[in-house]
């Protein structure tokens, strides 16, 4: 088990540009969850799926971020017409499912994006 | 208003002291997760209490989850400079969405 990977971990771009972020989940993982860290803060949810199914988004997420799991397997996240306030570490999280009292999130190290 | 409310946001500490930071809702939860976070690096779980007044130890840590429900604390005893990281706790509100504390960043000096 390798653990959650996210590619890439740092990404510079200029505002405007698109920026694509993918997750490849531990594997056999049914839950997958995308969040967004700004420094000092702690994670703010943005969406997540159950297989290829995305069952929620969050109101954070305007209609330049789409996410897919087209599998059921990795995710992509992107991000277009980027703007100075999408600088952030956005982090990918995964789990087998569970009820309210016992679902464990894996994370993984993150993107961090820095848009200038 | 943050759903879960973290404090201190900062605390900085020396090497052999004890430390205790606090999670505080208005709300109350089923359960409640506590997080450590490295710079550089993604969350990695803790522990998660269930039932309330529970109390759960993981080597010099103490995890508390009130008798209502609605708030925990994390106290670490002795503490070390690889305790040094942000401490974040997190919940299931409405959904299936676990939603984070703002955290506290700790630092343990040598």
């Known amino acids: 088990d390798t653990g959650v990977s996210q590619d890439p971990r740092h990404k510079i771009t200029k505002r405007g540009q698109n920026v694509t972020f993918r997750c490849d989940p531990i594997?056999?993982?049914?839950?997958l969850y995308w969040y967004r860290q700004t420094l000092g803060q702690g994670p703010e949810f943005l969406t997540y799926?159950?297989?290829?199914?995305?069952?929620?988004k969050s109101r954070l997420l305007s209609d330049r971020f789409s996410a897919e799991r087209p599998k059921g397997s990795f995710s992509t996240l992107e991000i277009q017409r980027t703007e100075q306030g999408d600088s952030a570490m956005y982090l990918c999280?995964?789990?087998?499912?569970?009820?309210?009292?016992?679902?464990?999130?894996?994370f993984g190290s993150g993107t961090q994006l820095s848009v200038l | 208003t943050q759903l879960l409310e973290q404090s201190p946001q900062f605390l900085s500490i020396q090497e052999g002291e004890n430390l205790t930071v606090y999670c505080n809702s208005s709300?109350?939860?089923?359960?409640l997760q506590w997080y450590r976070q490295e710079p550089g690096e993604g969350p990695v779980l803790l522990v998660t209490v269930v039932t309330g007044g529970e109390v759960k130890k993981l080597k010099r840590l103490t995890f508390q989850f009130g008798d209502a429900r609605k708030d925990s604390s994390l106290h670490i005893t002795a503490a070390q400079t690889g305790d040094t990281g942000l401490y974040l706790c997190?919940?299931?509100?409405?959904?299936?969405?676990?939603?984070f504390g703002g955290g506290t960043r700790v630092l343990v000096k040598p």
């Open positions: 997190a919940a299931k509100a409405a959904g299936n969405k676990l939603t």
């Open positions: 594997s056999e993982h049914n839950r």
């Open positions: 799926f159950q297989n290829e199914a995305q069952l929620e």
């Open positions: 999280a995964s789990s087998s499912g569970g009820g309210v009292t016992n679902e464990k999130l894996f």
């Open positions: 709300s109350v939860f089923s359960s």
